[in-house]
């Protein structure tokens, strides 16, 4: 008898693969569009302009071999370093972080002052190191 697999791993799983694919995507979309650049330099004339601007106006033959690159050099380097989840997550917690906290001030403190938000100060309970990094 196959044991029932609870519906928050299958949900897990689903979200996992939908991630993959998106990265797949984006990453296949940008090595296309760099060699598509690349080739328009090289063209007669030195300088070209690259007619990509979306994902869909690659070819299926590059986007299924750059599909097959990225997926073989992902697969390599998670089999080849050995704590590579451990490593993963170290590196979406450092970056998430970051992104959580330090962007939004930085972003509020960019922009233009306005009477309502006291001229464009940052507020003074913030720590000192937020006031230096939101200096812009």
């Excluded at 697999?5 to 689903?14: D, E, K, S």
């Excluded at 070819?59 to 750059?66: E, G, K, L, S, T």
């Excluded at 450092?94 to 403190?109: K, Q």
Aim: net charge positive; aromatic share 6%.
């Amino acid at each position: 008898m196959q044991k029932q697999v609870p519906w928050q791993t299958r949900a897990a799983r689903a979200q996992a693969l939908a991630q993959y694919l998106v990265n797949l995507n984006v990453w296949t979309h940008n090595i296309l569009t760099l060699l598509a650049r690349r080739a328009a330099g090289r063209a007669p004339g030195g300088v070209g302009r690259c007619a990509v601007r979306t994902a869909t106006d690659h070819a299926r033959a590059p986007w299924a071999v750059a599909s097959a690159v990225v997926i073989a050099y992902s697969a390599a380097i998670a089999v080849a370093l050995p704590f590579f989840s451990t490593l993963v997550g170290l590196v979406a917690s450092v970056t998430y972080l970051t992104c959580a906290y330090t962007l939004p001030v930085r972003a509020a403190a960019a922009r233009p002052p306005t009477p309502a938000r006291g001229g464009g100060a940052l507020p003074a309970g913030l720590p000192a190191a937020v006031h230096r990094a939101c200096r812009v």
